[in-house]
């Protein structure tokens, strides 16, 4: 059954596999380090002057202009992984790693808030027939 398959055919299905390989570890790894961080206003302002400089590579560049037109992407699904499952987000990412992991310092995000406890003198929540 694998006849058909060259050693040319096998190398390339190799490579495809490490590359699929490599770049899933590359988004995990991404996602972790944004796990219970949320890019605050002044780090997305600094990516964003970023991808429009010519420090960035062509695709972060090209991923600015398609957020700039309201592609129905915005910066922040962009920086917390949100956008991950678009292929110019995730070779935007790639590529300018490096850079974006100094730009985005984040901010912590807020615990959720505990719910109040009632108090002896609240009214009840529920009203059955004994209730009053």
Not at 50 to 57: E, G, R, V
Not at 67 to 88: C, F, K, M, N, Y
């Amino acid at each position: 059954m694998t006849a058909w398959r060259t050693p040319d055919i096998q190398a390339a299905e190799d490579f495809l596999s490490n590359a699929v390989a490599e770049a899933d570890r590359a988004m995990r790894t991404a996602q972790q380090n944004l796990r219970g961080k949320e890019p605050s206003t002044e780090d997305i302002r600094r990516v964003m002057q970023f991808a429009k400089s010519s420090d960035a590579s062509p695709a972060m560049r090209q991923l600015a202009d398609r957020i700039a037109r309201g592609a129905g992407l915005s910066w922040r699904q962009v920086l917390t992984g949100e956008a991950s499952h678009d292929p110019l987000v995730r070779q935007a990412l790639e590529a300018d790693r490096a850079r974006l992991d100094e730009l985005i310092v984040g901010e912590t995000a807020p615990p959720p808030r505990p719910k109040p406890k009632p108090r002896d003198d609240d009214e009840p929540i529920q009203f059955t027939e004994d209730a009053w």
